[in-house]
């Protein structure tokens, strides 16, 4: 039997009942609290230190945790287990999702105002969820259609859709409810299915008097969950909200997580986080714009196949054996009660098809958001989350792959990282012996996002910080007072000293930073060159190249390829195109010839196994300098990082 | 708080607790007895007698109870409370369901024989419930397809159909399921609907080993319900069963039901005694069969409007209201489980499509079953039940009426009525003074059934036993032995004499008996003149009328013409088309080119309320005599009856 205390959290002074036996990591994370845990609460990453203010608990010792923390009262979470009541102070100042409500996330001038703009010229305006005003013909002896189809018949004269009006406890309530409405009633509708290019089914699946229609993108990332509230009437999104996957706290990639789904009660955890995290920011989003979870008819979500897998509570473990089979590509519409996502239990939930196993609906959905898929000249998608994925392609062809980079870019594993949201460093240059730093928001610093990590190996790498393996070149002079052992005896460099910081802690990188941004950085590039080479192409041949994630509002291509990242081609090609999976979710909410080009490309679009590839094997390790260790794949760049 | 007794049923022997405050006929019905009742349980149409053997009760007096039958212990079930335990005796000897499983219904040659042979000629064969073996293409890195995907290619590709998968349970579970079969599975699939003449949907209903697939067509009748039990995969009819539907205990027609339906819990009420009249059906079919209930994945139901709203628990009582609307007439697919019938709970229940509130999905596909709407000469369906319903047409044009005629031809509300079943009068002669009769089934006759019904006025009317207008001639000198006053006061004349029936009582028809007759044939005659007049054409125009409904196997089209009930026109242009709801049933299950001719009569057919023209209501009267009051309508009948 479970006994219990109480745990009182600072500095939000919030008090929660926990059960003794389960880990604060456990505990926090449960009650909302987003703390990062890229090691799924094994202890191996050292990312969930918490101060213990008051109270008695066991701990144990870790290597993370240096003597001065140790005497502070600073452990663990994710090792520490209460013994009495207990107070606890968390050591940064972003972990309530209610925070991160303040910070419009990506882009807000554009999905606030260009959007529209962006759908008329690109798309239609044809939503999967319809609000219809309906005054029907009132019956009489000589017209005695029943009920039920006379809404039909009036629906698809007026409207030419098919309609299917099959909710047998909505028709029980109809013969009431049209006539206490003197045959004035309105109605939302579904789509249910395309039968083929041409045809769509909706469904009605409510009637009454509905005057607002809202729907929600949701775009799932491994570590980043985004929803969209958009006001369907008017093609308008409402607000733009992110939280952390709370499924973090079992992994931070979708392998661990793949592998925690196949334990006991694994797939149900895993799920569960999602739901919680997409609900929280649904009701953080209702809350704001002051609607009710009943008007909220419909759900889109893009995301990669694990993620759309366990948000729909669907067995992960072919994914990750060979031959790596999803179980469902096309996902059908699903009613919103099946999920438990808490929007109206009638409403549906609709999936971006999936491709395979690592190209989910995020990266379709991209392409037809570039419109790589229309387009004349060959492209290139590269989406940089905790997964990067990339199309190479044109209106003719269309290949995929995909490459585990880790988190690094979400600032996720990075012992100052954080994701693009206020206080985080975006923007980083050293001039002379100065940092100098651009951080989102009018705030002082807390942590570094994907763009400022990406700015920091070749920033260092020119200061002779580090040598072009990453290593720390420790008899460095200019900066001697800001490159130190730490009380794990790795070398870090401190970007931000404390005083200047908003949480008072420096914030530094460290050896195994740099090692992490270098690995990540070396498989996309190598991805990418590998499949360009497979297919008879040259970087060179590349006309544009679309690059999609959840930095800042601010990515440096020249840094980005200064650091290797990026092929040393002209920045001209380059374009910036912010989350382009929430972009998709509501491009196929909103607009039906969206929907019927995205169903396309998931048809047409081919994928590669990289790892299958033996190139891909052999020369990986030649992608983990700054920039290559072949310089003739970097000719400009070479020249730019002489010193 | 209620108390309970024990109830023992002669002559079976059966034991039921039963609550004290429940009156018996109640508790006789709710425990799957079928007791006539036609007034619905008031104590007016004095049906269902019953004997005390032993132990206390209270009862009232009635009517209907002489005072030799209170001697002996004979009360109304429904007017009947018990004190203590008690032992009753059925004083027919057919009421148990199980017995009338022994009979196998209306033409057992032509369901179990001659119905492959029909189809073949008429239809096609192409059921709404489909088995397939799959045997898919094993996955590799080269044909990494998910498993939802792969399986719905396969069926596309094969079976050229539209295939929705989108049971979120079934989508859980089949990642396991098709490895552990090594990618060869079985499937059920189910239409879903018809989103236009040319395309139909099938939703994937059932992943395992199948190796047969079942069905059920069902007929609800006011008074009869009957159910086959059909082996798709063989076309084949296993078995036919019918009982009484214990709607009956509340009321004998339809509109007597929807008066109960408005009552609290009316509704619920009449949907679970039909619901519990079709399970009992279905289970006595399956243990015949031998076959298990999660075996059968889809019912067909045809029905009048009443009976298809009632068995979908939808609110009736718009369609006794002016100006009597349904709620539906296209009846969507609806998940067995949401209607309590017992059959695979994932199966599909089907509703042939209605017209209008007196008109239902039986007479659309009775009109399709009789090839009607492909015939090039005028015809008519005539359906006998308790509601009379008619259409006249061609390939042209259907235009279709009803009339309330009530259930004589069913055998209810006549003194020794019965259904035709096992035991029942279904013909009878005069010859001098020698009543002769012809029983169903090798047995002693315990009652008279609709055809016999049909036969007895004219036959009474030729022997001097009643005049034109149904009254006794009492003072007929030849049947002074057979004519007599009963304990009512009311002159029945005796067809069978107690010593000569299997139940020991004497098999009679009553003054008021033969009135019944007259009102139902009338009703129907009229109806059928009525709207032949207003189509401006002449019952000589006629070229083939069909008559369907719940009669025994024959039905002597003279003796129905000497009633007047059936035009006088040329036998040979009658056909005798026996229960063609669960003929349309059934069709409605095996053929796609049934049911589209259904789909597409239920749209071209109008419906003509005979109660709104003056011409009807007028001259109702006339049609009460035997044959007619205006004998020139009857000019080949008058003759024969003259005597």
Redesign the interface.
């Known amino acids: 039997m479970s006994e219990f205390v109480k745990l009182r959290v600072l500095p939000y002074n919030k008090e929660i009942v926990v059960e003794k036996n389960k880990n604060l990591l456990q505990t926090l994370i449960s009650s909302g609290i987003n703390i990062y845990a890229s090691c799924g609460g094994r202890g191996t990453c050292g990312k969930c230190k918490i101060k213990i203010l008051e109270g008695k608990y066991t701990t144990e010792s870790s290597q993370f945790i240096s003597e001065e923390e140790k005497r502070q009262g600073i452990v663990l979470a994710c090792k520490t287990l209460p013994v009495s009541d207990i107070i606890v102070e968390l050591l940064s100042q972003l972990n309530f999702i209610e925070e991160i409500q303040q910070h419009s996330f990506l882009h807000k001038e554009f999905w606030q105002k260009d959007l529209k703009e962006y759908i008329i010229k690109n798309f239609d305006f044809s939503p999967l969820v319809k609000l219809l005003h309906l005054n029907l013909p009132k ?3 000589d ?7 006379r809404m ?1 018949n009036y629906i698809s004269q007026k409207e030419k859709i ?1 309609v ?3 909710n ?1 406890e909505l ?2 309530s ?3 409810l049209l ?1 206490k409405n003197n045959w004035v009633v309105d109605t939302v509708l579904n789509e249910e ?1 395309c ?2 290019e041409e ?1 769509s ?1 909706y469904k009605i699946n409510c009637i009454s008097k509905v005057e607002k229609l809202y729907a929600i993108a949701v775009d799932i990332g491994t570590t980043t969950v985004v929803v969209a509230l958009v006001d369907v009437l008017n093609s308008e999104v409402l607000g733009v909200y992110s939280a952390i996957n709370q499924q973090i706290v079992y992994g931070s990639d979708v392998i661990t997580r793949i592998i925690h789904s196949e334990q006991e009660n694994g797939l149900k955890e895993l799920n569960q986080k999602v739901v919680y995290t997409i609900n929280e920011l649904i009701n953080l989003a209702i809350k704001n714009a002051n609607i009710q979870q009943k008007d909220i008819y419909a759900a889109t979500v893009s995301g990669n196949t694990t993620m759309i897998h366990l948000f ?4 992960a ?2 994914i990750r054996r ?9 996902v ?3 009613e919103a009660y ?1 999920t438990g996502l808490m929007i109206n239990p009638l409403g549906k939930i609709y999936c971006l098809p ?1 491709v ?2 690592y190209i989910g609906g995020d990266i379709v959905g991209g392409v037809v958001a570039c419109g790589i898929d229309e387009s004349q000249e060959l492209c290139v998608l590269l989406d940089l989350g905790t997964n990067g994925e990339m199309v190479v392609g044109n209106k003719d062809f269309l290949v995929s792959a995909a490459c585990s980079c880790g988190p690094a870019f979400e600032g996720v594993g990075i012992k100052s990282g954080m994701v693009a949201t206020v206080g985080a460093i975006e923007d980083i240059e050293i001039r002379d012996e100065e940092v100098l730093y651009k951080v989102i928001g009018d705030t002082k610093p807390v942590g570094i996002c994907g763009s400022g990590l990406i700015d920091i190996p070749a920033v260092l790498y020119k200061a002779g910080v580090i040598d072009r393996s990453g290593k720390f070149i420790v008899d460095n002079k200019k900066f001697k007072n800001r490159i130190r052992e730490n009380a794990d005896g790795e070398y870090e460099f401190v970007v931000v000293e404390k005083e200047f910081t908003l949480n008072k802690q420096d914030i530094v990188i460290t050896e195994s930073d740099i090692e992490n941004i270098l690995r990540s950085k070396g498989a996309i590039f190598h991805g990418l060159h590998t499949l360009i080479k497979y297919l008879n192409l040259y970087l060179e041949d590349i006309k544009k190249i679309y690059i999609s994630g959840g930095f800042g509002s601010f990515i440096d291509i020249k840094k980005a390829q200064l650091l290797g990242l990026f092929p040393d081609i002209e920045q001209e090609k380059f374009v910036v195109s912010g989350n382009t999976s929430l972009l998709s979710a509501i491009l196929f909410l909103l607009s039906s010839y969206a929907r019927k080009r995205i169903y396309k490309v998931q048809q047409k679009m081919t ?1 590669i ?1 990289l790892s ?1 590839l033996p190139m891909y094997m052999n020369e990986y390790t030649s992608a983990l300098f700054i920039p290559h260790t072949d310089l003739s794949l970097f000719p400009n760049i070479a020249k730019e990082l002489r010193r």
């Open positions: 019956p009489s002896i017209d005695h259609v029943a009920d039920v189809d039909i098919n299917v009006f099959d047998i028709i029980t109809l013969p009431e006539r299915f039968v083929n045809t089914v729909l509570n669907l067995p473990k072919y060979e031959p790596y089979i999803p179980v469902v590509n096309r059908p519409p699903i099946k999936l395979a196993s994928y196994d299958s």
